[in-house]
Nanobody, 127 residues
Framework: QVQLVESGGGLAQAGGSLRLSCAAS????????MGWFRQPPGKERELVSA????????YYADSVKGRFTISRDNAKKTVALQMNSLKPEDTAVYYC????????????????????WGQGTQVTVSS
């Protein structure tokens, strides 16, 4: 499995931006589809965005479409989530996750489909 470490969370004002990064260890990063999940306080974890192993296919939840951008660099073994126009409702712990399965549309992926997880990073957006 791949090991994942997130960074870049913090406090932002509404309308501001943050960039999350996830660094992977292991030789087969390019064999994984990658996802960013978030878990607001008292709520279930939800898939925010995902990117295919080649980077050619992306998915965004409706709540972040047009504001967040996912990207990956297979040579550097990193995946990033650029978050713009932040809203208080974006406040959550954000997790990077990796899924080695092949062929399932990104939009249908659930947290149980991802076998490797980072430790999470807190994002707090103030109004």
């Amino acid at each position: 499995q791949v090991q994942l470490v997130e960074s870049g969370g913090g406090l932002a004002q509404a309308g501001g931006s943050l960039r999350l990064s996830c660094a992977a260890s292991g030789r087969t990063f390019s064999s994984y589809d990658m996802g960013w999940f978030r878990q607001p306080p008292g709520k279930e974890r939800e898939l925010v965005s995902a990117i295919s192993r080649s980077g050619g296919i992306t998915y965004y939840a409706d709540s972040v479409k047009g504001r967040f951008t996912i990207s990956r660099d297979n040579a550097k073994k990193t995946v990033a989530l650029q978050m713009n126009s932040l809203k208080p409702e974006d406040t959550a712990v954000y997790y990077c996750a990796a899924d080695r399965r092949f062929g399932t549309p990104l939009a249908t992926r659930k947290s149980a489909d991802f076998g490797s997880w980072g430790q999470g990073t807190q994002v707090t957006v103030s109004s």
